[in-house]
């Protein structure tokens, strides 16, 4: 059975720009073709009036217009395919089934790796000295693109850091630098997550996975008194804010 042309020329265009799209957007296109292909094939294509013979035009496979989903034996299969293809690259569905089951181990680590290392990326403090200030007044995350809080109640976006630090509302607070318990306590319990880390873990058949420690809160006079002495609890004039060197844990693999 021949296709109308136009779908056929989305099924091309598609298929021509699958590793400029991302696994979501792939498969929300290829089902929308599916849904179109329905529709051009109803029967209410048939009632219409008989037109000109025109070039036949290359069969699409049949199982496309099934769904990428129906060419996997099972869930798993698909979900790991699916990871594969959103976090490395686009693999045609055909040349995944032809791969070997250690092949398909590899990318299964390869992919879930990647998960970890872009978590780090996105969702870790800067590194303490590209901005002291932040880093030592902050509560949780902080971002040199984003908005933070500080622990004077202050929230806002990170560009206007040294507007706020000479505020009247962060002066008047500096002449105590008093941080509400619960504020600490919160501080205090994202510090022990980080610490802990994060497990993404492979996908079937293969168990474990990659332990990563994000850092979104640093440590600061108020969780960790005893690392500030007194000296380095204020800025002096003309000096920058004392910041801990920072240890950060290397991602881990674990074993199930």
């Not at 790991?80 to 791969?99: A, E, F, G, Q, Y």
């Not at 872009?118 to 030592?136: H, K, T």
Request: with cysteine.
């Amino acid at each position: 059975m021949t296709v109308n042309p136009n779908l056929a020329t989305l099924m091309r265009v598609i298929e021509e720009n699958q590793d400029k799209m991302t696994e979501g957007e792939y498969l929300e296109a290829m089902n929308a073709l599916c849904a179109l292909h329905r529709v051009a094939t109803s029967g209410v294509a048939a009632a219409a009036p008989a037109l000109p013979a025109v070039a036949a035009v290359p069969a699409v496979p049949v199982n496309l217009f099934g769904g990428v989903r129906s060419l996997f034996g099972g869930h798993d299969d698909y979900e790991l395919w699916s990871r594969v293809t959103r976090v490395l690259r686009h693999i045609n569905p055909n040349s995944w089934l032809s791969m070997s089951q250690e092949q398909q181990n590899e990318l299964n680590r390869e992919s879930t790796l990647k998960i970890a290392k872009d978590q780090e990326r996105v969702y870790r403090n800067p590194n303490p000295s590209s901005c002291p200030f932040v880093a030592r007044h902050a509560v949780g995350y902080w971002r040199t693109d984003d908005t933070w809080t500080c622990v004077c109640g202050y929230s806002g976006k990170f560009k206007h850091w040294q507007k706020h630090e000479k505020s009247a509302r962060h002066q008047e607070w500096a002449q105590h630098r008093i941080v509400p318990a619960k504020i600490v306590t919160i501080m205090q319990k994202q510090i022990q997550k980080d610490e802990k880390g994060t497990v993404i873990q492979c996908m079937r058949p293969l168990s474990g996975g990659f332990r990563y420690y994000l850092i979104r809160q640093e440590q600061n006079e108020w969780t960790h008194p005893e690392l500030f002495p007194a000296n380095t609890r204020r800025r002096n004039d003309g000096q920058e804010w004392f910041v801990l060197q920072r240890h950060v844990r290397e991602i881990v693999e674990i074993f199930e």
